[in-house]
């Protein structure tokens, strides 16, 4: 895989990591991580539990802290003491397993809350985006929902909606559909793949292989806190070169 398979591989990266590092107490979590991630590109993280995806994808907004090693966002650095962390990370949306909707608001309130607050939008022009994209995930008829009272999937499309308003030049999921019961990942997943389609720049860690294969535009296969294979689905799923890329998707055969 080069940097010229990638899609958009022209355009500078949208995001850059170089030698990142971390350890949690004397255990190293991440032994150097390089990745580049193109403006448009969707890229899955695959990997054992414990090899370090999540801590990989919170090091991109500043969500743990790296103790090396640099991450550029849009060509700045997100180490130097000059940038504004709050604004950068206002630009990059992210959604967990847990969904961590405000249970207390109703599914539109949850949707306009960080625009309205952080100022970025006025209520009725923040309501106006949320109705569009509570639209965009088959959510139109749920803005004034009790968010605790919908369904897992629902959940994860409010989340993924609530991201949307923010208006991110990109989004990071961890595992979004982990937390679901089987017959409504797939619900999830529909969502992600337009929004794929559509352009958005995505860094998806999953366990979803059909997704990462048919979804993705390259796949990076982690292990032990290092990139041990990356490169396009049908490399990676059809015709491996590592020994341990193998024998993780046998897992899954
Ligand atoms: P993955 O997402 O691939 O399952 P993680 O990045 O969550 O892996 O975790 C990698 C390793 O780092 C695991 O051994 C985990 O227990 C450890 N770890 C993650 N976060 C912390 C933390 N905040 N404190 C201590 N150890 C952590
Ligand atoms: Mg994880």
């Not at 000059?82 to 309130?109: C, H, K, Y």
């Not at 396009?232 to 193998?246: L, V």
């Amino acid at each position: 895989m080069t940097a010229a398979d990638t899609p958009n591989a022209a355009q500078a990266p949208l995001i850059s990591v170089q030698g990142l590092r971390k350890s949690f107490g004397s255990h190293e979590v991440l032994k150097g991580i390089d990745l580049d991630v193109a403006p448009g590109e969707v890229l899955t993280i695959i990997g054992a539990s414990g090899s370090g995806k999540s801590t990989l994808l919170r090091c991109l907004n500043l969500l743990e802290t790296p103790d090396a090693g640099h991450v550029w966002f849009g060509g700045q650095d997100l180490m130097a003491p000059e940038t504004n962390v709050n604004a950068l990370r206002a630009d990059i949306g992210m959604v967990f397993q847990g969904f961590n909707l405000f249970n207390n608001l109703d599914v539109l309130d949850n949707c306009t809350l960080a625009p309205v607050t952080l100022g970025k939008l006025k209520k009725e022009e923040a309501e106006r985006v949320a109705l569009d994209h509570l639209a965009s995930v088959g959510l139109a008829d749920f803005a004034h929902a009790d968010s605790k009272r919908l369904s897992g999937g629902q959940k994860q499309r409010v989340a993924i909606a609530r991201a949307l308003c923010m208006n991110p030049q990109i989004m990071l999921f961890d595992e979004p559909t982990s937390a679901l019961d089987p017959e409504i990942v797939g619900e999830v997943l529909e969502v992600m793949r337009k929004l794929a389609e559509g352009g958005m720049t995505m860094v998806v860690v999953t366990h979803e292989m059909a997704f990462a294969k048919n979804v993705s535009d390259r796949v990076v296969f982690m292990d032990q806190g290092v990139i041990a294979e990356q490169g396009a689905p049908e490399k990676i799923f059809g015709d491996p070169e590592q020994p341990r890329t193998r024998e993780f998707l046998a897992r899954y055969l």
